[in-house]
């Protein structure tokens, strides 16, 4: 299973991101799809997690609530991190995932990768 993210870029603190996770022939009903980021220096964080035939995300990390969504986008077939109020201390590389059995935040858990897309938030 291939995953690949796209959407990232530079953006000045306070402004908004879509990025896309997609994957061919891969049926998003049969996994838990993630979102994680990680920092130059510091652990793979996780950010949200959708529910196997969900498609909005239940979970959140704390430091994203209220200002990050992500969702099933069907007529795109893809999974989406809408990322709002952004500030300099969301950049990092994000990537999405996918495991067979269960939504967590913890990277160990999930079997299936992207590549990363970079977000830079600075002015």
């Known amino acids: 299973v291939q995953l690949v993210e796209s959407g990232g870029g530079l953006v000045q603190p306070g402004g908004s991101l879509r990025l896309s996770c997609t994957a061919p022939?891969?049926?998003?009903?049969?996994?838990?799809i993630a979102w994680f980021r990680q920092a130059p220096g510091k652990e793979r964080e996780g950010v949200s997690c959708?529910?196997?035939?969900?498609?909005?995300?239940?979970i959140f990390a704390d430091s994203v609530k209220g200002r990050f969504t992500a969702f099933r986008d069907y007529a795109k077939d893809t999974v989406d991190l809408q990322m709002n109020s952004l500030k300099p201390e969301d950049t990092a590389t994000y990537y999405c995932?996918?495991?067979?059995?269960?939504?967590?935040?913890?990277?160990?858990?999930?079997?299936?990768w992207g590549q990363g897309t970079q977000v830079t938030v600075s002015s």
């Open positions: 022939e891969f049926n998003w009903a049969n996994y838990y």
């Open positions: 959708i529910r196997k035939g969900g498609s909005s995300a239940e």
């Open positions: 995932a996918a495991n067979f059995w269960s939504c967590s935040l913890d990277a160990n858990r999930y079997a299936y």
